[in-house]
């Protein structure tokens, strides 16, 4: 089991840049509804990826990078900006769903304005990693 959960964690982890993409795209068209619904799915999506990460990782611990050369410090630099950041997202998303829950939509958008580039790049830097460990240069 624990060979196939990485591959679902990208398959979420694309959803979730999938979600966030075009709910972006929503809002800037004044699609209020499908903005919100949309990031409710990709909050939805990005909890179950938080569970099965976690999960995952108390059974098998690390994962041993295997890459050599250059690509060492490219992927260890895009790791720990990527872990960094995931741990900064969180709070930044609750934060912003909370002033969207309260209809407080000027605070909402200033958070936002950092919140989605953050969780953007988080997914995308999760799905680097992921192709780095587990298909260029799997254990």
């Known amino acids: 089991m624990t060979q196939v959960l990485p591959h679902i964690l990208a398959v979420l982890n694309i959803t979730a840049i999938c979600l966030i993409t075009i709910s972006f795209y929503q809002i800037k068209q004044q699609n209020k509804i499908a903005h919100k619904n949309l990031m409710l799915m990709a909050l939805l999506v990005s909890i179950i990826f938080m569970a099965i990460y976690l999960f995952y990782h108390s059974l098998v611990g690390n994962v041993k990078f295997t890459g050599q050369g250059i ?6 630099s895009i790791l720990i900006s990527h872990v960094i950041l995931a741990g900064l997202i969180i709070p930044m998303i609750l934060v912003t769903i909370s002033f969207s829950i309260r209809k407080k939509f000027a605070r909402h958008k200033r958070i936002a304005h950092w919140a989605l580039p953050i969780w953007l790049y988080v997914s995308v830097t999760g799905v ?7 298909h260029i240069y799997p254990t």
Request: aromatic share 30%; net charge positive.
């Open 71 to 76: 690509v060492r410090p490219i992927y260890f």
């Open 128 to 134: 680097i990693v992921y192709v780095l460990a587990f």
